[in-house]
């Protein structure tokens, strides 16, 4: 059974239909890339399936469970994290501080979600900037903190709403060495919706494209720059 199942799932706003009849599998342990022109849709799939937008119709389960318009807490309590295609992060907090909110409804010991925290910092190599207020610090380093205080809950999938946008190639190459260290050694599994065919390339062995509402196409990332479907996609955009 897949981790996430997406099953005909359509969203509306008043009159507009935003996703309509959208289906996908992501299976434990993939790295699954989502792609599609601007407007298609993508970022309007992870609201509906964190719980942010209800599903007009279909169904969403995980990890066995039904989800479709579940709460959005309970959803994420789940074990499915998600990050923002703008990060969001607590300016005027510490990036320190910033980790440790996920960890206050979850009881962890104060020293315990510490130490998780500065692993995860390190990790990203942001330890050393812990007790700057996260406003001081670059929007790709932004990202970053977002990221990983995502993982301070220990979330199965997180869903990954354009990672590489507006970060810098350093820290690019530094995001997708973590997800490759989390997918591989932790068993994360991802959903990552990215513009960066090269980058999605290296991460993804299957790619879902959406554009303008619907699943067009799913294959490799090399079926899916020569689908004839998906050219048009883009070119017509
Ligand atoms: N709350 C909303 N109310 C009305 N329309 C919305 C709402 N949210 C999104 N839309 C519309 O849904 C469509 C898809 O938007 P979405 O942000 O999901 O696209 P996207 O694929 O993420 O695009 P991009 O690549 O630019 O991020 C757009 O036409 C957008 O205007
Ligand atoms: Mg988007």
């Known amino acids: 059974m897949a981790l996430l199942t997406v099953a005909n799932l359509q969203k509306r706003f008043g009159g507009l239909v ?23 849709g993508k970022t309007t799939l992870f609201n509906v399936i964190n719980g ?3 599903a007009t119709r279909g169904t969403i389960t995980f990890k066995g469970k039904t989800i479709t318009n579940r709460k959005l807490n309970d959803i994420a309590s789940l074990g499915l994290g998600r990050t923002f295609q703008v990060a969001r992060v607590f300016s ?5 501080e910033n980790m440790l909110v996920p960890a206050i409804p979850r009881r962890l010991s104060r020293v315990a979600a510490k130490a998780q925290a500065m692993e995860l910092l390190d990790l ?9 207020p996260a406003i001081e ?9 977002e990221f990983m205080r995502t993982m301070m809950v220990d979330p199965e999938l997180v869903l990954l709403d354009e990672p590489f946008n507006g970060i810098s190639p350093a820290l690019i190459d530094r995001l997708i060495e973590i997800v490759l260290k989390l997918n591989k050694e932790e068993g994360k599994t991802f959903l990552l919706i990215s513009h960066e ?11 879902t494209v959406l554009a ?3 699943n067009i196409a799913k294959g490799t990332p090399a079926e ?9 996609a883009y070119l017509g955009h």
């Open 18 to 40: 935003v996703l309509d009849e959208i289906s996908l599998e992501v299976e434990s342990g993939q790295i699954q890339g989502i792609i599609g022109p601007n407007g298609a």
């Open 52 to 54: 942010i937008y209800t």
């Open 92 to 96: 005027e907090m510490t990036l320190l």
């Open 124 to 132: 990203a190599q942001l330890a050393e900037l812990k007790d700057q």
């Open 137 to 145: 610090i670059s929007g790709g380093q932004r990202k970053l903190l």
């Open 197 to 207: 065919m090269p980058h999605v390339s290296h991460l993804c062995e299957t790619v």
């Open 212 to 214: 303008a509402g619907r």
């Open 224 to 232: 899916m720059r020569e689908n004839p479907a998906v050219i048009e």
